[in-house]
């Protein structure tokens, strides 16, 4: 079994996401009944689109790296936990002892609730499943990789797996919508976990005379400022905003200049080809969403199947970038103010984009919402990355990860900053098997409740009554 599992993992480790996304998809194709010319096709389409998305956000992760450690620098701040980055950290996650297991839980979690009719969610994401490893590698080396130990972290994976599922369920309507990408959802722990986070904060502002008339939206600054409102325009200012901020002491004025005009048209092109590399992975998707809701309703009516992706498709619109370019300065000023923090970013900032991305369908695309929504989780990610240090640090370490020098402990924004980890981790560490069935308690209680008051949990998710708007056109 072990050997299996090991090739496995070293499969999915050398094909990669965007390789393995568009294998999975051509057999998941095929599967629902599309025909192997289209199948190949959509195949091949949206393993381009993710290409392309991955070089835009190594651009944009190049850059927004480069600017947030000058602006590390400039503050003079030192702490003694470690931002490592989320590689690291997939790395310590898939090298733990339940590692290799998660793989084939996940996808055995993701087939017993589509046969339940829990979920419509089909996480074809493989790859992201060093998320659920990731609790689970928390979980173990809490429990010093003891069997009982390992034995709960495989079960905490399990949980979060199927955690992930409802997330994607409950987001997929105001996704689809908002983004205009039919028959997916998004079961990416380190983008949904700020649902219910947005949902109270958004209800919050609604209720403050003042803050809730403020609506600023890409779409109305193109509007009011033509030209200058456009998203390339308005990566360009933001980018020379940030650029002066960070590289205004780089060398001499020439030096400074050049890197403060770089870092303007770099954020230009990303605002420019995000959303275009976005476009060309619906065109790949169409034909998939089509074969799934064929295959479905040929077999149970009118039940709906989701292609669950990566929250990279959510990138590409204007306001989660503006908003995400926005808070890596407020990052690195809540490093420094926050009271008890020992956590210094460094890696991670430029995936700030995956944090907030998911805010934009329920905020209807208000920038100065998703900011404060984003500084909010960011605040209680600080306080969740102190208390998880020292787990992630001993898993690191029982995984063969070396520290940095200088590092005492280690963490990672994704998924080090995230409460989902952090109230699976305490609850199963603290209570043991106990903790596992109140989680599974509570997970099925959800799962209930969502089935039976779904247009509701959809309308606070941001999702549009397509009911009333029918009746009103």
Do not use: C
Request: hydrophobic share 60%; glycine share 8%; net charge positive.
């Amino acid at each position: 079994m072990d050997t299996f599992l090991s090739g496995l993992k070293s499969a999915v480790d050398t094909l990669g996401p965007t390789v393995l996304l568009p294998v999975v998809i051509f057999v998941i194709a095929l599967v629902l009944g599309a025909k192997a010319g289209k199948a190949f096709r959509a195949a091949v389409t949206i393993g381009v689109a993710f290409i392309g998305i991955n070089l835009v956000l190594g651009l944009m992760f190049t850059s927004i790296g480069a600017v947030a450690q000058a602006i590390v620098r400039n503050t003079g701040i030192k702490r003694d936990i470690v931002d490592v980055g989320w590689p690291s950290a997939a790395a310590i996650a898939f090298g733990s002892s339940v590692g290799l297991w998660v793989i084939p839980v996940g996808i055995l979690v993701n087939v017993v609730l589509l046969l339940l009719r829990w979920t419509r969610t089909l996480n074809v994401d493989v790859w992201n499943f060093w998320h659920f490893a990731f609790i689970g590698s928390l979980v173990a080396a809490a429990t010093h990789n003891l069997a009982y130990g390992i034995a709960l972290a495989a079960l905490a994976a399990a949980l979060a797996a199927a955690l992930s599922l409802l997330f994607a369920d409950w987001s997929a309507r105001a996704v689809q919508q908002f983004y205009g990408v039919p028959g997916i959802s998004v079961p990416h722990i380190a983008s949904a976990q700020i649902l219910p986070i947005a949902i109270l904060l958004n209800w919050i502002m609604d209720r403050i005379p003042g803050i809730n008339r403020i609506d600023i939206r890409t779409e109305t600054i193109e509007r009011r400022l033509g030209v200058f409102g456009e998203p390339v325009v308005l990566g360009l200012v933001i980018g020379l905003v940030l650029g002066s901020i960070a590289f205004y002491n780089a060398g001499d004025f020439g030096t400074a200049l050049s890197k403060i005009l770089g870092t303007g048209m770099t954020l230009a092109a990303v605002m420019l080809l995000l959303p275009r590399m976005v476009k060309v992975l619906m065109e790949g998707l169409l034909p998939v969403s089509d074969a799934a809701q064929k295959f479905v309703r040929k077999r149970t009516g009118d039940r709906e199947l989701l292609v669950g992706l990566d929250s990279a498709i959510l990138i590409g619109h204007p306001a989660a970038i503006s908003s995400s370019l926005i808070l890596v300065p407020i990052a690195i000023v809540l490093s420094v103010i926050l009271p008890g923090n020992r956590v210094i970013l460094f890696a991670d900032l430029a995936v700030i984009p995956f944090i907030v991305a998911l805010t934009a369908p329920l905020l209807k695309g208000n920038v100065f919402r998703m900011v404060v929504v984003g500084t909010v989780t960011l605040t209680i990610g600080f306080y969740v990355a102190n208390a998880l240090a020292p787990l992630f640090t001993e898993a690191a370490v029982s995984s063969g990860f070396k520290l940095p020098e200088n590092a005492l402990q280690i963490t990672s924004v994704v998924d080090g900053f995230l409460w989902i980890p952090y109230v699976v981790i305490r609850l199963v560490v603290g209570l043991g098997a106990a903790g596992i069935a109140l989680i599974a308690a509570i997970i099925a209680l959800l799962f209930t409740l969502y089935r039976r008051h779904a247009p509701a949990w959809d309308r606070a998710a941001g999702a549009e009554d397509e009911a009333a708007e029918a009746s009103a056109a």
